[in-house]
């Protein structure tokens, strides 16, 4: 496997949220709030199954959640 | 919340306006209680009036926003979208089912974006039903559940709070990309701005890995078969965040013309009950006048 990240069970996507999310929090204090503003996800999700809706849930904690489960696997 | 208790004082207010000839007609009695009515129905339509004039402002406000940030999401998904155009990737036309990820909004007032998108998708399923749905936001979750209940895989609630970031984008493309099915093609279905008045429901092709490799112009390419999840994973969420973002700017402007429509027709409204309101009461005085004259000439006589 050439990617660490990938073997510690994260997607593409989540590995750059990571890196993003890093580069944020080291910026200077004016300009960090700014950023951390454009890194805010409140998004909520269901899945679906025979034409009925789910659970609604937190996005974040759900991706957290998969991750946790890929990386103990 | 302000269209449902707005309409049945519309409808009230137009069957009274059809309605004035024959109220100007009756009798002294009825035209005391029409006159309170007008009355009631002017001031009403005022604060619509009011309140749609402030949600077209703010719209206004948001709409700039959102346009620069359109514009911005469009360079990002344009240039990972070049990629393929130079490899001249092609969806598979494979047995696999399709997913289609329609990007909508949580919010309605908006005129009929979302329903162009719902009205898409039902023409869609009639012609071929071998597709999956991802819907994003409530207003097309609630149109295509009662169509196409089936089809739905996932739903995500809480867009179009704010500018879209590209955290929702790829927060969204992972969530996507954790679905156990396997599809031959992702695409994403949005609302392309054309001008700040039209706008179209239009596809943004996400390609599989298989489709990825089989396109004519692959080899021009040196990419290691580790990283072309990579760069899937990556596209699906720059589509997104340009799906997402476009099609935030349109429902914005969509807003704000729809917010501008309803303020000029209670502003004729408000003309219309205005002149009704200052007839009736003149037709109220004269009668009056009437009653006092006859009256002081009749005691004259006696």
């Known amino acids: ?73 | 919340m302000l269209s449902r208790a707005a309409r049945p004082v519309f409808k009230a207010g137009t069957a009274a306006a059809a309605a004035r000839p024959v109220a100007i007609g009756a009798t002294n009695a009825a035209n005391y209680a029409t006159l309170r009515e007008i009355e009631g129905r002017l001031k009403s339509i005022r604060n619509i009036e009011k309140i749609t004039k402030t949600m077209k402002i703010v719209a206004s406000t948001k709409l700039t926003r959102a346009q620069r940030a359109m514009n911005e999401s469009r360079n990002y998904g344009q240039t990972s979208q070049e990629v393929y155009e130079q490899a001249e990737t092609k969806p598979l036309e494979g047995e696999n089912k399709k997913l289609i990820i329609v990007c909508s909004s949580d919010k309605g007032l908006c005129g009929g974006i979302h329903s162009g998108l719902s009205r898409k998708i039902r023409a869609l399923l009639q012609q071929n039903a071998n597709f999956d749905l991802v819907i994003l936001g409530e207003k097309c979750k609630a149109q295509l559940v009662r169509s196409s209940p089936k089809s739905i895989v996932l739903s995500f609630a809480g867009i179009g709070k704010d500018v879209p970031t590209f955290a929702d984008a790829s927060a969204i493309a992972d969530q996507v990309s954790l679905l156990p099915t396997e599809y031959s093609s992702v695409q994403v279905l949005y609302n392309k701005f054309i001008n700040a008045t039209s706008y179209e429901p239009t596809f943004i092709d996400a390609f599989s890995e298989d489709a990825i490799t089989q396109s004519p112009n692959f080899a021009a390419y040196e990419i290691e078969d580790e990283t072309l999840p990579n760069l899937r994973e990556y596209s699906l969420a720059n589509s997104l965040y340009w799906a997402l973002a476009e099609g935030h700017a349109c429902e914005q402007s969509a807003r704000r013309n729809a917010m501008e429509n309803a303020s000029s027709n209670a502003s004729d409204m408000i003309g219309k009950f205005q002149i009704l309101y200052n007839r009736t009461r003149q037709a109220v005085i004269t009668g009056e006048l009437v009653e006092i004259i006859t009256g002081a000439a009749a005691s004259a006589d006696a």
Do not use: P
């Open chain 1, 1 to 73: 496997m050439a990617f660490a990240w990938k073997a510690a069970g994260l997607t593409y996507n989540r590995y750059l949220a990571v890196a993003a999310r890093v580069v944020r929090r080291s910026l200077k204090e004016d300009k960090r709030i700014a950023a951390e503003r454009r890194g805010e996800m409140e998004l909520r999700f269901a899945k679906w199954e025979n034409g009925k809706q789910g659970e609604n849930r937190s996005l974040a904690k759900a991706n957290e959640a998969s991750v946790a489960e890929h990386s103990s696997s």
